[in-house]
């Protein structure tokens, strides 16, 4: 496999800014759905978003396809 990061601080910048990207595109999902959901602080470690309006969520309707995308993301950053 070809090393496509000449350093190991490259490779963490590229995950946390797929991870950062992911996180927000999951919020926006969350907030088209009249979900409302905030990024977390602090390395939480209870994950990275809390949900305020938890009883109402239908998360099939959002999860599917975060879950794709974030497959297909860590997929294509694995590849190279």
């Known amino acids: 496999m070809k090393n496509r990061f000449p350093t190991d601080e490259d490779r963490l910048i590229y995950h946390l800014t797929v991870h950062k990207t992911m996180i927000g595109w999951l919020l926006d999902q969350f907030q088209a759905e009249g979900i ?31 879950c ?13």
């Open 36 to 66: 409302d959901a905030k990024r977390t602080i602090g390395n939480n470690p209870n994950g990275d978003i809390v949900l305020g309006n938890s009883k109402k969520i239908n998360l099939p309707n959002v999860m599917p396809e975060c």
């Open 68 to 80: 794709y995308r974030a497959s297909i993301c860590m997929q294509n950053v694995d590849s190279r």
